[in-house]
């Protein structure tokens, strides 16, 4: 079952800003860096994008 909500998240998260994004923020420490990266790869920002982008990245740090 937590594999399941884990892909979830993952689809989430690709959907909104493509199929790599996660991979590349999941392992930086704040969320400042995050999205710096975000900004630099995925030009222009939708600041709720962004707020919905970083609640996935939340849970999936989070999920077991």
């Known amino acids: 079952m ?15 800003f493509g199929e790599t994004s996660i ?10 860096e995050v999205i710096r990266t975000l900004v630099e790869f995925y030009r222009p920002m939708d600041i709720e994008k962004v707020d919905q982008y970083l609640v996935i990245l939340d849970q999936l740090r989070d999920a077991p």
């Open 2 to 16: 937590a594999g399941d909500h884990i892909e979830m998240l993952v689809e989430q998260a690709h959907r909104i």
């Open 23 to 32: 991979f590349e923020v999941y392992d930086m420490p704040s969320r400042l």
